[in-house]
């Protein structure tokens, strides 16, 4: 079992900054899946930015030039520094691992099997 701390949510000014993170207590960082996933209510959760197993960066469309996601293996945490934001940023943020989500799931919830609890990111 892997269980993941999210940190570093809060409430921004739109066009703010902020940067999350996920803590493991063991070193999977170098062989798993690692996701970002954000979730308002009344809505599905959606892939926000992800590492595949190879260490390779992927992002949503909405993402893709505003969040930058990276790993820190040595200490065993995930980073997602989110710049620009925007209201619709505004979400309850999971981390996500799994060692054996495919390249095609790694922005997709039903690639992973574990999951933080979660940060709250407001944006206004």
């Known amino acids: 079992h892997v269980q993941l701390e999210e940190s570093g949510g809060g409430s921004v000014e739109a066009g703010g900054s902020l940067r999350l993170s996920c803590a493991a207590p063991v070193n999977i960082f170098s062989r798993y899946a690692l996701g970002w996933f954000r979730q308002v209510p009344g809505k599905d959760r959606e892939g926000v930015a992800a590492?595949?197993?190879?260490?390779?960066?992927r992002y949503a469309d909405s993402t893709k030039g505003r969040f930058t996601v990276s790993q820190d293996n040595a200490n065993n945490t995930l980073f997602l520094q989110m710049n620009s934001l925007k209201p619709e940023d505004t979400g309850m943020y999971y981390c996500a691992a799994d060692r054996y989500c495919r390249g095609g799931l790694v922005l997709h919830v039903a690639g992973y099997n574990y999951w933080g609890q979660g940060t709250q990111v407001t944006v206004s």
């Open positions: 590492v595949d197993a190879r260490g390779r960066p």
